[in-house]
T-cell receptor, first 117, second 109 residues
Framework: GAVVSQHPSWVICKSGTSVKIECRSLDFQATTMFWYRQFPKQSLMLMATSNEGSKATYEQGVEKDKFLINHASLTLSTLTVTSAHPEDSSFYIC?????????????FGDGTRLSIL | DAKTTQPNSMESNEEEPVHLPCNHSTISGTDYIHWYRQLPSQGPEYVIHGLTSNVNNRMASLAIAEDRKSSTLILHRATLRDAAVYYC??????????FGQGTTLQVKP
């Protein structure tokens, strides 16, 4: 089946640090990838849609200068949390959709748990 | 994107069938019905999706009402590994997944 790898699995860092999270589709090409955030005991919240070769589309209320997204190839998207603060601590999850129609299933990574001290 | 309504929680006994309901009365003609599940501390996992006809795969079956205003995910024999939060999501032309609260399924041995 389709596999999405997300790295790192967890990261702990000091306030003010920038953190980069990678999302790779291992056995398929993904024109479109998505980034989500999930707080404890809550559902996933879509942050942005990442399209290969173009700018990401951010959901309302998500700061694009805070959460930098790059989708430079058909198998890799990165999310950089810039100047992270404790309130950015969360579970970040990416997904990738196989190239094709928009109703294709999304395949998810195992998430990155980010803790900012 | 149209919304869905699911029960907050359900219980099942191991090795018995489970029927997880989902209401989506405002579904549009082009919306697909997707189901995902999430185990603790993991990313969601795709389960099944359909448009109008019932669908079967190795994980589950999806029964879609004739008027498409509701659907049911069927796990034929629940195992302890099926304990998870199950999300029913309508997917339109944007392809976005807007997650609701889902149904937390508990499976009792």
């Amino acid at each position: 089946g389709a596999v999405v790898s997300q790295h790192p699995s967890w990261v702990i860092c000091k306030s003010g640090t920038s953190v980069k999270i990678e999302c790779r589709s291992l056995d398929f090409q993904a024109t479109t990838m998505f980034w989500y955030r999930q707080f404890p005991k809550q559902s996933l919240m879509l942050m942005a849609t990442s399209n290969e070769g173009s700018k990401a589309t951010y959901e309302q209320g998500v700061e694009k200068d805070k959460f930098l997204i790059n989708h430079a190839s058909l198998t890799l998207s990165t999310l950089t949390v810039t100047s992270a603060h404790p309130e950015d601590s969360s579970f970040y999850i990416c997904s990738a959709r196989e190239t094709g129609s928009s109703n294709q299933p999304q395949h998810f990574g195992d998430g990155t748990r980010l803790s900012i001290l | 994107d149209a919304k869905t309504t699911q029960p907050n929680s359900m219980e099942s006994n191991e090795e018995e069938p489970v029927h997880l309901p989902c209401n989506h009365s405002t579904i549009s003609g082009t919306d697909y019905i997707h189901w995902y599940r999430q185990l603790p501390s993991q990313g969601p996992e795709y389960v099944i999706h359909g448009l109008t006809s019932n669908v079967n795969n190795r994980m589950a079956s999806l029964a879609i009402a004739e008027d498409r205003k509701s659907s049911t995910l069927i796990l034929h024999r629940a195992t302890l590994r099926d304990a998870a939060v199950y999300y029913c999501i309508l997917v339109g032309n944007t392809g976005k997944l807007i997650f609701g609260q889902g149904t937390t399924l508990q499976v009792k041995p």
